[in-house]
C-alpha cells in the first residue's frame, strides 16, 4: 500500500470521512428510488492509498452506519490491519461484515481508471430496462449532451463473482465522455471523480433513461447533431455553475 497522506492519525481521519460521505450517499440512492431492498452500491476511493470504501453485502439501507462500511484494497480485499512504515501498523476497524458482491467490479474500475474517485451500481428501473435491451441510451436531449457528451453506452454481459463485469466497464467507458455505462442485462454503473459525483450521474441517467422512453412511446426522438452535443458538453464542464 502507498501511504501518501502522512501519518497514521492523518489516514484514519480521511478513511473515517469517507466512511461517513459513502454512508450518506446511499441514503441519496433510495430517495431518488434507484434501489430496492439491499441493491446497489456506493464506494469511493481513498486519495494517496491503494484503498477504497465500498457497502456491505445484503445490509438494508435503514440499517447502515458509517462504522459498517467496508475498507477492502484495490483486488476487493477487506483490509484488517496494514503496515504504513515505520513499524507502525493501521487498524482499519472493518466490521465483521462482507463486502458488497460488486466489490471486484469497483476494485477494477479503480486499479484501471486512476482518474475515477467513486463508482455507484443501481438497478434503477428505466436505466435497467434499456440495459435489459442491451441499447444504448440515445443523445436526444440536451441534458444528455451536457451530463453524458453523447449516448450512454452499453456494456457486455458479464456474471457477478470476479472482475469481469469490471473489464467491461472500464473497455466501455474508457474512450467515453460518458460517465454511465448500461452493463447488458444486468444495468447502470457510473463513474465520477468522486463518489457524489458518481451518484449524481446515476441520478441523470435514470432521468434521461425515463424521459427517452417515454419520448419514443409518442414517436421517434429527434437527434442532435453532434457538433451541437460537443458543444453543449463543453459548456456545462468547463463553464457553468459556480
Request: with cysteine.
Amino acid at each position: 500500500m502507498t501511504a501518501g497522506t502522512g501519518t497514521e492519525t492523518g489516514i484514519l481521519q480521511t478513511i473515517a470521512r469517507i466512511r461517513e460521505e459513502v454512508c450518506a450517499l446511499h441514503a441519496e440512492l433510495t430517495r431518488y428510488g434507484l434501489v430496492v431492498w439491499t441493491a446497489g452500491n456506493v464506494s469511493a476511493r481513498v486519495p494517496g492509498t491503494d484503498l477504497m470504501v465500498i457497502k456491505p453485502s445484503g445490509v438494508s439501507y435503514q440499517e447502515l452506519t458509517p462504522e459498517q462500511m467496508i475498507v477492502t484494497d484495490l483486488h476487493g480485499t477487506p483490509v484488517r490491519g496494514t503496515n504504513v512504515g515505520g513499524g507502525g501498523t493501521v487498524d482499519w476497524g472493518n466490521p465483521p461484515l462482507s463486502p458488497s458482491s460488486d466489490t471486484a467490479a469497483h476494485a477494477y474500475v479503480y486499479r484501471h481508471m486512476p482518474e475515477v474517485g467513486g463508482v455507484v451500481h443501481t438497478h434503477s428501473t428505466y436505466a435497467t430496462a434499456w440495459a435489459a435491451r442491451g441499447e444504448a441510451i440515445p443523445c436526444v436531449l440536451t441534458m444528455m449532451g451536457d451530463e453524458f457528451g453523447g449516448s450512454i453506452p452499453v456494456g457486455p454481459f458479464a456474471l457477478i463473482g470476479d472482475d469481469s463485469i469490471g473489464h467491461g466497464i472500464v473497455e466501455t467507458l474508457k474512450n467515453s465522455s460518458s460517465p454511465a455505462v448500461l452493463m447488458q442485462n444486468h444495468g447502470p454503473f457510473t463513474i465520477g471523480k468522486d463518489a457524489r459525483s458518481a451518484v449524481k450521474a446515476a441520478v441523470m441517467c435514470e432521468e434521461v433513461a425515463r424521459t427517452v422512453h417515454i419520448s419514443r412511446q409518442l414517436g421517434e426522438p429527434l437527434p442532435i447533431d453532434q457538433g451541437h452535443i460537443d458543444s453543449l458538453y463543453a459548456r456545462y464542464q468547463n463553464v457553468y455553475g459556480q
